[in-house]
């Protein structure tokens, strides 16, 4: 007989096979879909050498280069104001008196339901911001929002017995929140805020249409030079995984962070003595 878990049960060697051959098909179909792709490309000759010419330029290289580095310049502008944003914004959130909750609940509200894009044009023309400071302010906005969200149920997510536990020994709400409720919450957090954070990373590249010299703008420039005949799937192929490597390298960091975390000897198990006979009480035996 097949065992069982709380989730599944173990499939049977008829189930078994069942799913060898739709992971055959959908092997099948991944690899017919890729070699379509493929010729495609091919047949619109997007391998030629005029439209991978351009890479081989040094200009080409530093403008890509200058472009990668101010999408991680205004990420990292972004991240860090973000977070702190979202912090701030859930302390007001889960504050006992109604002003500061009211005013954080509406600006939570507000600026993470408006688009990003919105944010980015208004800071920029209406109020004339330089393209860095505008795009930094909307992925701030928007972003610090969400992660208030996050920080706020994170937070709750812990369970009220140790909120109850901390104050019935004298701690100050301050002390509740900084030694007992958010290093819990962290574990429960850090997947959904490196996923914001990945949000904020691709959003960079709204930065071109506020003329921010991003990366995303850089291949634009090169995708529509007529010279190398608008080379646009070769800077895709390029650009792209770029991108992707880095997503995932935030995933990467948030895992070794969470694995860091769990080998801390701080947040270790105490060891507790075996207990022993108590005093006795009065009058017994």
């Not at 007001?92 to 044009?121: D, K, Q």
């Not at 929140?177 to 691709?202: C, D, E, F, H, N």
């Amino acid at each position: 007989m097949t065992e069982s878990t709380a989730l599944y049960d173990i499939p049977g060697p008829r189930a078994r096979k069942r799913h060898l051959l739709y992971g055959l098909a959908a092997t099948v179909l991944l690899l017919a879909l890729a070699g379509w792709i493929l010729h495609l490309l091919f047949a619109t000759d997007q391998f030629t050498s005029t439209k991978w010419s351009p890479f081989l330029y040094e200009g080409i290289q530093e403008l890509l280069l200058r472009g990668l580095g101010n999408t991680l310049k205004a990420f990292a502008c972004a991240a860090v104001l973000s977070l702190a944003l979202g912090a701030l914004l859930a302390a007001g959130r889960l504050s006992e008196h109604r002003v500061p909750r009211w005013i954080s609940t509406l600006f939570v509200e507000f600026f993470r339901a408006m688009p990003v894009l919105v944010m980015i044009f208004f800071v920029f023309v209406a109020l004339k911001v330089q393209p860095l400071p505008a795009l930094v302010t909307g992925l701030t906005l928007y972003n610090g929002s969400v992660l208030a969200e996050v920080f706020r149920t994170g937070i709750h997510s812990v369970e009220s017995g140790q909120g109850e536990a901390a104050y019935a020994l004298g701690m100050r709400k301050t002390q509740v929140m900084t030694y007992v409720l958010v290093p819990q919450a962290v574990r429960a957090m850090l997947p959904a805020i490196i996923s914001q954070l990945v949000v904020a990373l691709k959003d960079t590249s709204l930065g071109f249409l506020i003329t921010y010299e991003e990366f995303l703008h850089a291949g634009k420039l090169i995708a529509s030079n007529l010279d190398y005949d608008l080379p646009f799937i070769p800077v895709v192929l390029v650009i792209s995984p770029i991108y992707i490597g880095m997503c995932m390298l935030l995933s990467w960091f948030a895992t070794w962070l969470a694995r860091r975390e769990r080998r801390d000897p701080k947040a270790g198990a105490v060891e507790v003595a075996p207990a022993g006979p108590g005093t006795p009480l009065p009058g017994g035996r």
